[in-house]
């Protein structure tokens, strides 16, 4: 059985990536394996500027998964023209471009440069970043806004662009609905859901940021229900994801609907995570004797 899956600007021999921010752009896990072995490759999140990110602790663990308020830390669209995007096509995997900002204009500025370099292969906007002009409530969080916010994209985009939804919102079907009137190509689905710890000793907050997005284990039932719920409304293409840590776990994802899926926290203690998946997923497919190749045909 072929583990390919064609999705838009996104050929992939496996259906398997690793999701933004939990690999970087590659370099460190370059060492531990053949990045040529994964699917296809989702980017840390590309800002106009350099970000250094929020103060720490950034990251706290959680029953079954953690908290993390990293601030969407990278060197900056110009140091990832020049140096991260060039290191990455030595190697024969897509790349899935992640993209964050604060205004439009932030956004419109990296969506074009990026897609006119030819050092990407697609682009996931990144719509959980908090809209400066909106007073701080994220784009992914307004339907109107994610719909305009994706048209606009698509004008100065020459890669297929996925919207990456933010679970944080009362209808994941409303959100979807207005990224495919934008025009989106396809949709990454979920971001991780905001929460908070406290310590026990001072009463406050452990991330120095107050909130955090959780992710991991915890998230999955979450996101299998949105990847099902958003699969029904529209028919583009789904990357799902959301505490997926075995390959048992992506089956039911692509059961929901998911046509590809990108594993993120299971990296932090398994690096190998992806290709140890794509080793067993035939296995587990075929053990399951559901009929995958009929899901692959989905929205492409
Ligand atoms: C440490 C960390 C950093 C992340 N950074 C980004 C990011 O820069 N852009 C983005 O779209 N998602 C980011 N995410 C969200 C993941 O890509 C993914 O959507 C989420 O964690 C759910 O998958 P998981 O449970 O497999 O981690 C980040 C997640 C973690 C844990």
Known sequence: MSLAVNLPGLNMKNPLMPASGC??????????????????????????????????????????????????????????????????????????????????????????????????????????????????????QDANKIEELTRRLKQVSRVPLYMKLSPNVTSIVDC????????????????????????????????????????????????LRMVYEVRNSVNVPIIGMGGIDKSADVLEFLQAGADAVAVGTAHFKQPTICVDIANELEETITGSGWAWNKRQEVGV
């Open 176 to 223: 979807a609905k207005a990224a495919v009137a934008g025009g989106a190509d396809g949709l990454s689905l979920i971001n991780t859901l905001v929460g908070m710890r406290f310590s026990p000793t001072t009463g406050t907050p452990i991330l120095a940021n107050g909130v955090g997005g959780l992710s991991g284990g915890a998230i999955l039932p979450v996101a």
């Open 23 to 140: 690999f970087g752009f590659g370099e460190d896990y370059a060492k531990w394996f053949d990045l040529n072995e994964l699917g296809a490759i989702a980017t840390k999140a590309i800002t106009v500027e350099k970000r250094t990110g929020n103060a720490t602790p950034r990251t706290v663990e959680t029953p079954h998964g953690m908290l993390n308020a990293i601030g969407l830390q990278n060197p900056g669209l110009a140091v990832i023209l020049q140096k991260k995007l060039p290191f990455l096509r030595q190697y024969d995997i897509p790349i899935l471009a992640n993209v964050a900002g604060s205004t439009e204009e932030d956004y419109e500025t990296v969506v074009k440069a990026l897609s006119e370099s030819g050092l990407c292969d697609a682009i996931e906007v990144n719509i959980s970043c908090p809209n400066v002009k909106e007073g701080g409530i994220a784009f992914g």
